[in-house]
């Protein structure tokens, strides 16, 4: 069985401020993770993934994320907030092998949305 | 090509029509997937499809109706919908089913009054 939780709904932050999102995640085994923002009335976007290798993972538009297996997180992060980063952000885990009726599925986190302030 | 369309991109409809959402990618993924997205929720996985037979069926009701004509067409046919059905309707693919990056289209927002 796996889980994602998402700290705080909603996170607001001045342009130019640091970005936190925080996600945690409870899986069985080992896990793929993901980061998507969906803008309003659009589809989701993968920002970013982390399947083996570095546990530092760099996506697109300045974010980034850090897996921490020991504290099963994997927070996203950018340093400088743009008015353009105003949206909504699902973490979501699905485990690395794909058998049985974890087959092909994600599973998201409640979102978290961003207000970005001038 | 990295995109997935979706048609119609807005859809209302009466308890009693019948309507089918067409999703359609051109980037050689033998895996696709439905997805229900009520208002302020993530994504629920509804149906998913590889090499174009169902795989998965996260028990949706039958007045949803998925067809998978080939490998690049995913239709969801409607029928008899209730009000509470109102809600995005996102549809993605993936290399396969194993694969682990969906591309996911923009949804069609439907409507059932």
């Known amino acids: 069985a796996q889980s994602v939780t998402q700290l705080g709904s909603h996170v607001s932050v001045s342009e130019g401020a640091l970005v936190l999102l925080r996600c945690n995640y409870s899986s069985s085994v080992p896990p793929y993770l993901f980061w998507y923002v969906q803008y309003p009335n659009q589809g989701l976007q993968l920002l970013l993934k982390?399947?083996?290798?570095?546990?530092l993972v760099k996506g697109i538009n300045g974010f980034e994320a850090e897996f921490k297996k020991s504290e099963t997180s994997f927070h996203l992060t950018k340093p400088s907030a743009h008015m353009s980063d105003a949206a909504e952000y699902f973490c979501a885990v699905r485990p690395w092998f794909a058998g049985g009726t974890s087959y092909g599925k994600l599973t998201f986190g409640q979102g978290t949305i961003l207000t970005v302030h001038p | 090509d990295t995109e997935v369309t979706q048609t119609p991109k807005h859809l209302v409809m009466g308890m009693t029509n019948k309507k089918s959402l067409k999703c359609e990618q051109h980037m050689g993924h033998r895996a696709m997937y439905w997805y229900k997205q009520k208002a302020k929720k993530p994504p629920e996985l509804m149906f998913v499809y590889s090499y174009e037979k169902l795989s998965i069926n996260e028990s949706v009701p039958s007045r949803f109706s998925p067809e998978c004509p080939n490998s690049s067409l995913l239709n969801l046919h409607l029928h008899a919908l209730q009000p509470e059905d109102s809600a995005l309707y996102l549809c993605?693919?993936?290399?396969?089913?194993?694969?682990?990056?969906?591309?996911f289209g923009p949804g069609t927002r439907l409507t059932v009054t």
């Open positions: 982390y399947t083996t290798g570095a546990t």
């Open positions: 993605a693919s993936s290399q396969d089913s194993r694969s682990y990056e969906q591309y």
